[in-house]
C-alpha cells in the first residue's frame, strides 16, 4: 500500500508497517518489554533515515516547508557516526573553529551523504565571517 502523507499521519499508529529500527525490527517490536528483557540494542531506539522522510512527506503536506527540511537534514545526519556529529556540533560554536575548520566539517559531511548539512555549516561559516565569530578572526 503506497504512502499518503496526509491520511497515514500519525506514523506509529495508522502505519507501523513503514516504520523500523535501525536494524530492521519492526515498530511493534519496540516495547517495554523487549528493552527489559534484552531483546532491544541501543540503537532500536533512534530514529532511521527512511522513517524521517516520511515525517519529512508529512511535514510538507502539511505545509510546513521548513520543517520538512529541518527533517531532512536530520535524516542525512543519522549517517554521521555520534563522534563526529559531536565534533561539529562543537565546532559550530562560535569562536571555536576557523573557516578553514568548517570548510573541512562541510566537505566531510559531504563525503558522508549530508550535503544539506554541509551547506548550513558553509552558511554558519559565512555569518561567523562576517561577524567576526571564527577563531581566526
Do not use: C, K
Not at 521548513?66 to 561539529?88: C, F, K, N, Y
Amino acid at each position: 500500500m503506497a504512502f499518503d502523507p496526509v491520511t497515514d499521519y500519525p506514523l506509529g499508529s495508522r502505519r507501523p508497517d513503514l516504520v523500523t529500527t535501525p536494524s530492521g525490527l519492526p515498530l511493534d517490536d519496540v516495547t517495554l518489554a523487549g528493552a527489559r528483557a534484552g531483546s532491544l540494542a541501543p540503537d532500536d531506539t533512534r530514529a532511521t533515515a527512511g522513517t524521517l522522510a516520511l515525517q519529512a512527506e508529512v511535514a510538507r503536506a502539511a505545509g510546513r516547508v521548513q520543517l520538512a527540511e529541518g527533517i531532512e537534514r536530520a535524516a542525512e545526519l543519522t549517517r554521521v557516526p555520534d563522534d563526529e556529529l559531536l565534533a561539529i556540533y562543537t565546532a559550530l560554536r562560535p569562536g571555536r573553529s576557523s573557516a578553514v575548520d568548517l570548510e573541512a566539517w562541510a566537505e566531510r559531511l559531504e563525503e558522508l551523504g549530508a550535503r544539506h548539512n554541509a551547506v548550513f555549516v558553509r552558511e554558519a561559516a559565512e555569518a561567523y565571517r562576517a561577524r567576526g565569530l571564527t577563531a581566526d578572526g
